[in-house]
Structure formats: C-alpha cells, structure tokens
Nanobody
Framework: QVQLVESGGGLVQAGGSLRLSCAAS????????MGWFRQAPGKEREFVAT????????YYADSVKGRFTISRDSTKNTVYLQMNSLKSEDTAVYYC??????????????????WGQGTQVTVSS
C-alpha cells in the first residue's frame, strides 16, 4: 500500500504561481514513477506531468510544457509540481498518483496504482 497526500493548492490570479506537493508513505520503494493529473468540472481526468523515480526522466502534457515543472526529493519521498504562468484553464482538482510497474504508460491514468485525495487549484482571470 502507498499513501499519498497532496498540498499546496489554492486561489491565484492568472499569471501567478503555485507549488503543489505530494508526500508518499508506505511501500514507496517499489514505485516506478509518480505523476500529476487534473480534473476540471465536467471533464475527464487528464495527464499533467510525470517523473520516473529511477532515472528522473520527466514528461509533460503539451498544455503545460514550459510552464510546469515536476521534481522529486527522494529523501522526503515527496514530488512537487511547480506551476508558473498560470491560466484560467489550469483551474482543476490536481491529483498525485504513483505507478508501481516499470514501463508504465506515463500518460495513461489506468497505469497508476494509487491516488491522493486531490487539491483544488483555482486561477482567476
């Protein structure tokens, strides 16, 4: 079992920044990667970013590339999502997730095994 707790969401003006954190506990040593997804009202949950926990490789959705940065602190079992130049369309509940199996499809939500409870990000225009 892996437990994930997100924090750092809130209300920010367009053009502003936020940093989300995801603290993992439990069987984190067997994790292959961690990612962030988001879900806006009435929309499907969509991929935002992921990081491989072995190689540190990162991948991003086109919509956030150049604005968001995913990083990790292995000593704290924590993954971060730095969000800059926020836009109103970034408004959503952001979820942290962990994938246990190597070779997971980083963009595919169903390849992630555990999820956090989500944190709300609201960007006002």
């Amino acid at each position: 079992q892996v437990q994930l707790v997100e924090s750092g969401g809130g209300l920010v003006q367009a053009g502003g920044s936020l940093r989300l954190s995801c603290a993992a506990s439990g069987r984190t040593f067997s994790s292959a990667g961690m990612g962030w997804f988001r879900q806006a009202p009435g929309k499907e949950r969509e991929f935002v970013a992921t990081i491989s926990l072995s190689a540190g490789s990162t991948y991003y959705a086109d919509s956030v590339k150049g604005r968001f940065t995913i990083s990790r602190d292995s000593t704290k079992n924590t993954v971060y999502l730095q969000m800059n130049s926020l836009k109103s369309e970034d408004t959503a509940v952001y979820y942290c997730a962990v994938a246990l199996r190597p070779g997971y499809r980083w963009y595919w939500r169903y390849d992630y095994d555990y999820w956090g409870q989500g944190t709300q990000v609201t960007v006002s225009s």
